[in-house]
């Protein structure tokens, strides 16, 4: 298995008074709150702990977000480039640019050839889907989103991958008659990430052999989502693959004990409890991130009486909105956290015994990403989990084989 | 979507989009866009038009339960789409009536067909960029929080405004599959043609702008500088409306509405 560190720069500094008394963390705070002084500290302090994984062996994950105080990285190429030209060893996942929200996959397609050819081969692509608040704060229409998506990735794909000279792209979201891009990627193959918990997506992320991230979705969901993709794949007579192809998101946090890695872990749930805050406007309220006959249930403002038939919601077995796996995470303890496997905290041997029941759990995967950074994190307390987690866990974690689980286990 | 409105609620198929309509009334045909929502087969409206015009009043692709093929997804469409089914109605002229955005697909038809019109009616409508770059003209009801469009929308809320938790399934999966062709087609630029505007002088037929005094969502000003792009439009206010006319005052706009007809 291998790890990498993912932190998504977020910026807790705003006075609670303010966040109290705010409908949305997210889109319509006013950037007065953000002081960029604080800001350019905690970018300072992010690629510090990039650099520190790169020396401790683990890959690094850049990410994108916009507008909000979960995370200031709206421009995911700018860090991207500077850890291609900074890092030496660690791979280098952009999970990734959201290219759903951008105008101009071939420029995007520049930009990660561009940092592939500075970090000489060592970028890999994750595509991420969006949505709520992000769709207001990039002017982005939600009901075609997902469409915008897979033709993005496929326009990228073939800009990243041609190299007879321009061709044509004249798709239904994007147009570029002249593509052609300079330089061309240092790799002439890129693996190929994908982040959605959605079953749907899920299929034809399997179908498509990318990795499959499922971030902080627990052991169902998680299961799920992987048994979509293998059952995708089988249905479309494509080979199986291994765990390898698989990857989870979760928060780490490693102390000498596990009374510390508890502690702290517990200041990881600020990403839960604080930065979700969305306006309905955002979030269930916004059209075309869920069918009508679940999206209709959400205009309500008191629950649904008990005896005026089922809840709509929970009978679309399988399919949690996302806006209904938030409001699951809003008020989570670190014990929930814990028992659900959205969070591995504790001494090294704790953590390495967490992760490793929770892969066997859902079948195995190979890939580990740790959000070790959010909310009140301090600088130090980030690096000495980088450093324990580098050391005390991951060799053991490396040992763990890319496996091909029997079919009837992924079923 | 296999559910039908209520009779009077019918169906029309243009070419491959199966679209809800309801029929009612006799005389010169009358054909009501809606607006944000479709109308109720019974609304009050409806009903008033209908006892001096044979009113057809379609629910828009992808509103209520009008099909919408997977490659119709804009206002270009809506407005091929209006002008087959009125070329399909054999009559010599109809009278068109569209409200908010409806009122921007029936200026867009008026636009490109005075020829089969014979009056023209605008409640509300959108369709323009009017304002400076930096002024949005319409409230943005999809980035705005529910609250705040509540209030904008309507001069009584507590008395017009649709209770949600009052409404039954069927009629909750209907307003979210409206709300979606909604942004679908009007996401962006947001409710409005950048093009509209320099054609709205073709419209040579007698027109009527009608406008809720209390409309927050495109405020009245908004409409009288619309009345004045098209020759001789008449403007009038509906005192006691917001942006939704046809069902805070039905029984004065359909005044309004009937006294322009029998000019």
Redo the contacts between chains.
Sequence with gaps: MDAWWMCEVPYPHVPQSVLDAT?SVR?SLPNRWCDPRIAADLFEQAIDHYLLCDDMGLNIVATEHHAGINSLLGANPMLVSILARQTRKARILSLGTLVSLRREPVRIAEEYATADVISRGRLELGFVKSGGSEM?SA?A????NIERYWEAIDLIEKALTHQDGPFSWEGKHFTHRHVNIWPRPWQERFRMWAATGDPHTAAEVGRRGMVHTLVLRGHDGTKRAYAAYRKARVEAGLPPVSTDNFAYSAFISVGDTDEEGQRVGEKLLWFLNTSLKS????AQ????TAP??I????????PKPQS??PN?VNAEKGVATAQENAMKLVSMTVEQAMAQGLLFAGNPDSVYAQIKKFHDDVGGFGHLNMLGRTGFVTHAESEKNIRLFGKEVLPRLKEIAPAMPALEAAA | MTETLAPPADRLRVRDVDLEIVRRGRGRTLLFLHGFHPLNPDARFLERLSREAAVLAPSHPGFGASSRPEDF?TVYDLVHLYSELIDGLRDDKVTLVGASFGGWLAAEIAALRPHQLDRLVLVDALGLKLGDRETQDILDI?????DTVRRESWHDPDRDAPD??A?S?E???????D??A???YG??PYMYNPRLKRWLGRIALPTLVLWGASDGVVAPDYGRRYAALIPGARFALVDGAGHHPEREQPDALADHILDFLDR
């Design positions: 409908d889109a207001a002017n229409n939600p009901v075609n306006a309905p406007q955002y309220l916004l059209p075309g009508p006959h999206a209709g249930q959400a205009w309500r403002t008191r005026s038939g709509l | 997804e999809f980035n705005t929080h529910p949600f938790d409404m399934d009629a909750l999966t209907r307003h979210a599959r709300w979606e909604l942004s679908l996401w962006e």
